[in-house]
């Protein structure tokens, strides 16, 4: 467990106020489908099956669509 010092589980932790649905509606807007549909997976598996993309140039796709969405719903990114 010593390499776990120092880690803080941040599961379960409300969202703050007014952004409670912040994950949804980017999720939404980006078209990516992330836990509410299966195109996700059918997509990765499809291009596995006929070689069409490699799963670097879908999460680049998927990367550009969620920040895409972020940026039209004004979304600020913070570390």
Request: proline content about 3%; glycine content about 6%.
């Amino acid at each position: 467990m010593e390499a776990f010092d120092g880690v803080t589980l941040l599961s379960n932790i409300a969202a703050p106020e007014g952004e409670e649905d912040l994950f949804d509606d980017v999720n939404n807007e980006s078209e990516v489908g992330i836990n509410n549909n299966d195109y996700p997976d059918c997509e990765i598996l499809e291009a596995a099956l006929y070689g069409t993309k490699t799963l670097d140039e879908i999460m680049d796709e998927w990367n550009a669509k969620w920040a895409a969405a972020q940026e039209s719903l004004n979304v600020e990114v913070t570390q």
